[in-house]
């Protein structure tokens, strides 16, 4: 399985930024596609998480402010509004499927004050 996620980039706070990840190779019917961020000297968090029904799960620090959606079971998309300073980090794509953790590469999202 192979992630490719895009998006991300600068943006000035209170702006907005959309995120993509298209996942390829061997995809079940049933898995979970989510975000996740780390910023510089911390670990790796939980943003958002969508499961192939639809459900989702959100960090509390973007409720509110971020929307996770998909297309089917191979795409997963983050809008981010409102962004804020401490939103910056490198955003990774993540996919769970028959109890296996997948990532994506990481993307930059920088968000200036």
């Known amino acids: 399985v192979q992630l490719q996620a895009s998006g991300g980039g600068l943006v000035q706070a209170g702006g907005s930024l959309g995120l993509s990840c298209a996942a390829s190779?061997?995809?079940?019917?049933?898995?979970?596609m989510g975000w996740y961020r780390q910023a510089p000297g911390k670990q790796r968090d939980l943003v958002a998480l969508i499961n192939t029904r639809g459900n989702t799960n959100y960090a509390g620090s973007v409720k509110g402010r971020f929307t996770i959606s998909r297309d089917g079971a191979n795409t997963v998309y983050l809008q981010m509004d409102g962004l804020k300073p401490e939103d910056t980090a490198v955003y990774y794509c993540?996919?769970?499927?028959?109890?296996?953790?997948?990532w994506g590469q990481g993307t930059q999202v920088t968000v200036s004050s």
């Open positions: 190779g061997s995809l079940f019917s049933v898995n979970v």
């Open positions: 993540s996919l769970v499927q028959q109890g296996k953790n997948y």
